[in-house]
Structures are given as structure tokens and as C-alpha cells.
């Protein structure tokens, strides 16, 4: 669509009543971001009150009409992916607005390939809009939907701000508390409450003898304060149809990301750990809600595995939510089954497990197949499921294993029938995914109630238990073996389709030790694509498997969403080492002594074998370890007097020797590298400019 154009979404699809909004981007740095946000207006073109802002710190609406569902890693970048339930939008909503904002001082206009696109609820793409022709602006208004009678439209906006999110967000009627810029700053200079505790965690007011403990989680940016007055705004000529005077809101605080974080005093109600256990010793293990000991083949660790997932989302609703929304359900009350029967042909088949969740009369059904322990799905039972699917008019058929999805790579493949009008959806999940989004609820953003929380608690516990078969990808395939021999002895030629493969198995490793670093850190935590649009996946993969014929390496960058820094990780296969490494930049205005002082301050308590590298234009500097330059800092400076234009800090490690299903496997080693990397070296160095850095 061009800038301006409007179409009409039910004459698009004819399951336009629920979509899922994609914002997109790539960036030559790879460091590239911007975030997401969401504006329910009224009639006059104005937010009814603080409610209707959806944004990072904000995600979800009580009712299910909007929830942004975060940054999902794709073949050509990163895309924001925001779930809006048309019919559940409140009757008194006239615009949707899909709008996205930079921080820092950061441009769209360094940014490529910015694109929104709106699919309906199966996942086909319905209409698409990109936007070439930003610059300096650090916000744009990229489309809305908006009611015309009984059915919605979409208009392609491509409207931009340099005055950023305050300017957009003072459009609508929100009024921007403060200089963001200011707060930041103070809270990382040592409020006590602006960081909480050492751990990044604030305790709840009244926590203290209660039946249970209230935990505080930071939250990953600004929050939205309690209702104060707030003075009119003039509406703003680009606001069409919006009244003369600002309906009083809440104010927002403008962004304040790649600084400390604020927090809110947040209660995530988890039952209270006794100090002094009444267990005679230390073997003594606590009775669990989900025992894993007992089971002893694949198909009980099938069956239970099925079962406990699906009892925990019908009860806790934010995790049956948060893991629906992405394949088109609609908000509402949702029902799980496991070993339901259901006719096809002579032999009844019976699916691991049935979602179906119910709105205002109508059904949204899934069929659920399951694997554990690293087993493949098999494309001829998902098949099936699909064909019954559609007869019976489901709407979905949703695959959960060990295995991680990629674009362009599907896990299993199946045949659809064009001849039939019921389109059903085909989407994965992997146990990674569960365990990450478990996380993200009980340790950072928190959850309805005590018993709520407590049992997400124990799905994790049985997630994370060696014995249940749910510990996400875990094999690097039968590849991997011939590979690694041929790169050793140099016997590995171009165009190998077993490099490939291999390539294939690095991806999904490294998506999935995002998924675990996020889910620790509360942030999202992504690969990093530079590819431009319209590049072909596979193209891509044999370029990558060429040239890890070619020098025996494997590559990937990944980055934490909320930051400008860009972790390197590097398999040689030929030396068996994990080289993980990111740059810092110098601060601008300082001596080049002041900053490599104040840089080894900061590793003070990083490992001994850092390596650090002094970066200068055009040259390689000096570099040694961490332990022989603390004594003297001056070692890092260029000799010639040469400009210096940052750091590299490099840490490299042993990798294992076999597929990873061992205690020293490949992914083991790759995953405990990243580890030792974030928390020993990335989350220290924080920023060089003088502030504290952002606590993990």
C-alpha cells in the first residue's frame, strides 16, 4: 500500500476480526531497535485515560483487545509483533494506532527496510506498508485501524516526529511527565529506590509478615504513575478530528531505555521460602505438584509433559494468554483436553491435547502434538491433525517439542488443500519458549495471585527437571559428526548440504540461549539478522555453510532488547574454542587514560583471562589479559598517539566434544560461554560515561 491508501480488512480476509500487527526493521550495525506502541482513541482522536497507552511497560489489555507480544527474530531482522482482538475493542474506540519510537537519540532514518504488515489470525498476511523515506525522526506513526460503520479499515499513516515519543504521545491527549533524560540519570546514580535491592529487586511495601512473600520485579523500563491532574494540551493540526483541549490523562514518562531501569513496587505473590527447612539433611528433596522420577519411556513423559502444560494455561490465564495470542485466539475462557478422540477414516486418531478458548459465542479450537526428549515430530501425524483439523473446522494445529522454529526452515512439512474454503494453521512451540515465557511472568512481570504464581513455579521446576524431557533443543543432528570430522581433517568442500544442516542447528542453538538469557533477565534477548528484505532464507544459510567449509567457523550475534551493545559468539571448530567478544565505545570528551582507568575499574571482578583489545581507525591496537594490564592501564593506548575509538573484551572457552546431550556437549558449552560472558564481563561494564551499569 502507498502512504495514505485505507482498505477495508474484512474485505481482505474473512478472519480479519482478530490480527496480529508486525512492525519491522534491520540495521547494518546489527544494533539497530526502536519500541512499540499501541493507542486506543475515541471519537475527538484522544486516549479515554492512562489505560488506553499500550507500551513495553504496559503490554496487555485486561480485556484481550491488545497485547504486544515482543520482538520475534526473523530471516531479515527483528519484528514486533502486537495481537489485536478487533471484537473485543471497547464500542466507544474509533482508532487503533500502531506507532514505534527510538531512544538515545537514535533516527528511524538509520534504520532500513521499515515495514508494517497485518496478518489475520492464521498467520496469512493481509496488507503491508513500508516507509522509505524517514530521516530524522526518532517516532513514527506507521498505520491504525479505525471503525467505518460495522466494519474496520486500515489507513498506511507513515507520519513521523523528531520530537519522539513525548511528541507523538502529546497528540493524543498524554501529557510527558518530566525530562526522562534527567530521571534516568539520577536512578543510576544511587536512588536507593530507583534500582532496589543488589539483585535489581525491590521488596513490597508490607511484604514483611505477611502469610506470603511479596517480591517487587524491576520492571524493563518506565512505568506509568498513579492518576495526577494534568494540565490541557492544544490539539496538534495532525490529530484529525481531535477536540480543541486535551482530555486530562495521567502523565507518561518519555522513554528512558539503555539506562537504569526504573521499578515499581510490583507484588508477584510467591509462597514464602522457610530460612530454616525442616528437613533433617540436605537430601531430603520438597514434595512436588508435577513429580518427574517416575516416569521411564518417551510416551509417559509425552502424556505428562501435555498434561501439565495444558492444566496450567486453563488456570493461570496470563500464561495460557501469552502463549495463544501469537497463533490468533481470542482472549476469552479458555478449556484444555488431553486424549481426545477424534474420527479419521477406519481408526480414530487421538491428538495429545485440545485447546479451545470461547468469546461471545464463538469457538477458537487447537489440536496439540507433542514431543519430548528430543524426539521429531513426524510429518505424517501433524498431517493428519491438519486434514482433521479442517474438516472438523478448527482453527489451529499447534506442534510442541525440543526443536526451536525458523523462518524459512519449517519442522515439519504438510500439504494443504487449496480446494478447501477453512484455512487451518499450522504453529510451533518450542519447550524453550514455555519455560522462557513461564519465567518472564513469575520473576519479572508478575501474575494474578499467590496460587497462580505458585503454580507456574512448579512448571518450571518440572521444565527445568532432568528427567521430564522438556529442556528445549538439545541435539545438533546427525550432521554435526561428519562435519566437525571433516573440517579437522580438512576433507569438507564447499557446497556440502551437511553444512547446511549444521548451520540450521547453530541458529536454533542460539535462538534458544536467548530464550534462557532473556527469561533470566526479564528483557528480550534476540539474534541479530542483517539481511536486508527479500532475501532468501536458504540462500543465506548456504552462503553461511560455505564459509564454515571454508574456515571451520560458526557465527552469530545477539543482542538485549533495551541496549546498543552487540555480543559476538564464535565456534572454531578447528581449535574446539568459543570465542565470545562485544565492543564498547569510548565516551565522547575524555582522555584516553581517564577511559581505560575507568574501564578496568569496572572489570575489577571480571575473569582474569579477559582479553581486551584498544581499537583504533584503520589499525589493531594493543591488547593483553585482564590481569596483566590492571596493574598498569596505560598499556591499552596506542603508542603512535592514533585516535581511539573503543574496546573489544573477548573471552574464549572450551567447547565440548559432543552433540550437547552431555555434560560436556557442544550446547552446553556454547550456552555456559554466553553465560559466563553476559554476567562476568557485559553486565559490569554497563556504560563508560560515568553512570552505573544495568543490573542483570
Same mark, same amino acid.
Not at 567457523?553 to 567478544?581: C, F, H, M, P, Q
Given at each position: 500500500m502507498g502512504k495514505g491508501a485505507n482498505v477495508s480488512l474484512t474485505a481482505l480476509g474473512e478472519d480479519a476480526d482478530a490480527v496480529v500487527v508486525s512492525l519491522g526493521w534491520t540495521s547494518a550495525s546489527g544494533a539497530g531497535d526502536a519500541d512499540v506502541s499501541v493507542l486506543l482513541l475515541d471519537e475527538n482522536g484522544k486516549i479515554r485515560d492512562e489505560n488506553d497507552f499500550y507500551f513495553y511497560n504496559h503490554p496487555a489489555a485486561a480485556d484481550g483487545s491488545v497485547q504486544l507480544l515482543g520482538k520475534t527474530p526473523t530471516d531479515r531482522g527483528d519484528e514486533d509483533r502486537i495481537s489485536l482482538d478487533l471484537t473485543a475493542?471497547?464500542?466507544?474506540?474509533?482508532?487503533?494506532? *500502531?506507532?514505534?519510537?527510538?531512544?538515545?537519540?537514535? +533516527?528511524?532514518?538509520?534504520?532500513?527496510?521499515?515495514?508494517?504488515?497485518?496478518? %489475520? +489470525?492464521?498467520?496469512?498476511?493481509?496488507?503491508?506498508?513500508?516507509?522509505?523515506?524517514?530521516?530524522?525522526?526518532?517516532?513514527?506513526?506507521?498505520?491504525?485501524?479505525? !471503525?467505518? =460503520?460495522?466494519?474496520?479499515?486500515?489507513?498506511?499513516?507513515?507520519? =513521523?516526529?523528531?520530537?519522539?515519543?513525548?511528541?507523538?504521545?502529546?497528540?493524543?491527549?498524554?501529557? *510527558?511527565?518530566?525530562?526522562?533524560?534527567?530521571?534516568?540519570?539520577?536512578?543510576?546514580?544511587?536512588?536507593?529506590?530507583?534500582?532496589?535491592?543488589?539483585? =535489581?529487586?525491590?521488596?513490597?511495601?508490607?511484604?514483611?509478615?505477611?502469610?506470603?512473600?511479596?517480591?517487587?520485579?524491576?520492571?524493563?523500563?518506565?512505568?506509568?504513575?498513579?492518576?495526577?491532574?494534568?494540565?490541557?494540551?492544544?490539539?496538534?493540526?495532525?490529530?484529525?478530528?481531535?477536540?480543541?483541549?486535551?482530555?486530562?490523562?495521567?502523565?507518561?514518562?518519555?522513554?528512558?531505555? =539503555?539506562?537504569?531501569?526504573?521499578?515499581?513496587?510490583?507484588?508477584?505473590?510467591?509462597?514464602?521460602?522457610?530460612?530454616?527447612?525442616?528437613?533433617?539433611? %540436605?537430601?531430603?528433596?520438597?514434595?512436588?505438584?508435577?513429580? *518427574?522420577?517416575?516416569?521411564?519411556?518417551?510416551?509417559? +513423559?509425552?502424556?505428562?509433559?501435555?498434561?501439565?502444560?495444558?492444566?496450567?494455561m486453563a488456570q493461570v490465564p496470563e500464561l495460557g494468554r501469552r502463549l495463544t495470542a501469537g497463533f490468533g485466539a481470542p482472549a476469552g475462557r479458555m478449556e484444555t483436553f488431553t486424549e481426545v478422540s477424534l474420527p479419521h477414516g477406519d481408526t480414530p486418531r487421538r491428538p495429545d491435547g485440545v485447546i479451545r478458548v470461547e468469546r461471545a459465542g464463538k469457538l477458537w479450537t487447537a489440536l496439540v502434538e507433542t514431543k519430548t526428549n528430543g524426539n521429531p515430530l513426524k510429518a505424517e501425524q501433524v498431517q493428519e491433525y491438519v486434514d482433521i483439523a479442517a474438516r472438523r473446522g478448527y482453527e489451529a494445529v499447534i506442534t510442541l517439542s525440543n526443536d526451536v522454529a525458523l523462518e524459512g526452515a519449517p519442522i515439519v512439512q504438510v500439504k494443504t488443500d487449496g480446494r478447501r474454503k477453512h484455512k487451518v494453521s499450522l504453529w510451533h512451540l518450542s519447550w524453550a519458549e514455555v519455560a522462557h515465557q513461564a519465567q518472564m511472568l513469575i520473576r519479572h512481570e508478575g501474575v494474578g495471585n499467590a496460587a497462580h504464581a505458585w503454580l507456574l513455579q512448579e512448571l518450571l521446576e518440572y521444565l527445568q527437571h532432568d528427567n521430564s524431557g522438556c529442556h528445549g533443543f538439545q541435539n545438533m543432528g546427525p550432521a554435526w559428526?561428519?562435519?566437525?570430522?571433516?573440517?579437522? %581433517?580438512?576433507?569438507?568442500?564447499?557446497?556440502?548440504?551437511?553444512?547446511?544442516?549444521?548451520?540450521?542447528?547453530?541458529?536454533?542453538?542460539?535462538?534458544? &540461549?536467548?530464550?534462557?538469557?532473556?527469561?533470566?533477565?526479564?528483557?528480550?534477548?534476540?539474534? &541479530?539478522?542483517?539481511?536486508?528484505?527479500?532475501?532468501? @532464507?536458504?540462500?543465506?544459510?548456504?552462503?553461511?555453510?560455505?564459509?564454515?567449509?571454508?574456515?571451520? !567457523?560458526?557465527?552469530?550475534?545477539? !543482542?538485549?532488547?533495551?541496549?546498543?551493545?552487540?555480543?559476538?559468539?564464535?565456534?572454531?571448530?578447528?581449535?574446539?574454542?568459543? !570465542?565470545?567478544? *562485544?565492543?564498547?565505545?569510548?565516551?565522547?570528551?575524555?582522555?584516553?587514560? &581517564?577511559?581505560?582507568?575507568?574501564?578496568?575499574?569496572?572489570?575489577?571482578?571480571? @575473569?582474569?583471562?579477559?582479553?581486551?583489545?584498544?581499537?583504533?581507525?584503520?589499525?589493531?591496537?594493543p591488547r593483553g589479559t585482564l590481569e596483566r594490564l590492571r596493574p598498569e592501564p596505560a598499556d591499552l593506548l596506542p603508542k603512535d598517539g592514533a585516535q581511539l575509538t573503543g574496546f573489544r573484551l573477548t573471552l574464549v572457552k572450551g567447547m565440548g566434544n559432543t552433540r550437547g546431550n552431555s555434560e560436556s556437549g557442544f550446547i552446553r558449552s556454547v550456552d555456559e560461554a554466553v553465560d559466563r560472558f553476559y554476567h562476568g564481563v557485559v553486565a559490569r561494564v554497563g556504560t563508560l560515561d560515568g553512570r552505573a551499569p544495568k543490573r542483570g
Open positions: 475493542a471497547p464500542p466507544e474506540v474509533a482508532r487503533i494506532v *500502531v506507532a514505534a519510537s527510538r531512544y538515545g537519540g537514535a +533516527r528511524f532514518g538509520d534504520l532500513d527496510d521499515l515495514r508494517m504488515t497485518v496478518a %489475520d +489470525r492464521t498467520g496469512e498476511p493481509l496488507v503491508g506498508f513500508s516507509i522509505d523515506d524517514a530521516g530524522v525522526e526518532t517516532a513514527f506513526i506507521f498505520g491504525e485501524l479505525y !471503525r467505518r =460503520g460495522e466494519e474496520w479499515k486500515f489507513r498506511a499513516v507513515g507520519q =513521523g516526529y523528531e520530537t519522539g515519543l513525548a511528541g507523538l504521545a502529546t497528540d493524543f491527549g498524554i501529557v *510527558v511527565a518530566g525530562d526522562a533524560e534527567g530521571e534516568g540519570e539520577a536512578e543510576a546514580e544511587g536512588d536507593p529506590d530507583a534500582e532496589g535491592a543488589e539483585d =535489581g529487586t525491590t521488596v513490597a511495601e508490607g511484604a514483611e509478615g505477611s502469610g506470603d512473600e511479596a517480591v517487587g520485579v524491576p520492571e524493563s523500563t518506565a512505568t506509568v504513575p498513579a492518576p495526577t491532574p494534568a494540565p490541557e494540551v492544544p490539539a496538534p493540526a495532525a490529530s484529525a478530528g481531535a477536540a480543541d483541549t486535551a482530555v486530562p490523562v495521567p502523565a507518561v514518562p518519555a522513554q528512558a531505555r =539503555g539506562r537504569a531501569p526504573r521499578t515499581t513496587r510490583k507484588k508477584v505473590t510467591l509462597p514464602k521460602v522457610a530460612k530454616n527447612p525442616l528437613a533433617e539433611n %540436605d537430601g531430603w528433596r520438597s514434595a512436588r505438584l508435577f513429580p *518427574v522420577p517416575s516416569l521411564k519411556n518417551d510416551r509417559e +513423559r509425552e502424556v505428562r509433559a501435555t498434561s501439565v502444560l495444558l492444566s496450567v559428526v561428519p562435519v566437525r570430522n571433516g573440517i579437522e %581433517d580438512e576433507t569438507l568442500g564447499s557446497g556440502d548440504p551437511r553444512a547446511v544442516e549444521v548451520v540450521e542447528s547453530w541458529e536454533r542453538l542460539i535462538r534458544q &540461549v536467548c530464550l534462557r538469557l532473556g527469561g533470566e533477565l526479564g528483557q528480550k534477548a534476540l539474534p &541479530v539478522q542483517r539481511a536486508r528484505r527479500d532475501t532468501d @532464507p536458504a540462500e543465506r544459510r548456504s552462503r553461511a555453510a560455505d564459509a564454515l567449509c571454508e574456515g571451520g !567457523r560458526l557465527g552469530a550475534e545477539l !543482542r538485549i532488547d533495551g541496549t546498543n551493545r552487540v555480543i559476538s559468539v564464535t565456534a572454531d571448530l578447528r581449535t574446539g574454542k568459543v !570465542r565470545t567478544s *562485544v565492543e564498547v565505545p569510548p565516551p565522547a570528551g575524555t582522555y584516553a587514560l &581517564v577511559t581505560a582507568k575507568r574501564l578496568l575499574r569496572l572489570l575489577a571482578d571480571a @575473569p582474569a583471562d579477559l582479553h581486551v583489545e584498544s581499537l583504533v581507525e584503520g589499525a589493531n591496537g
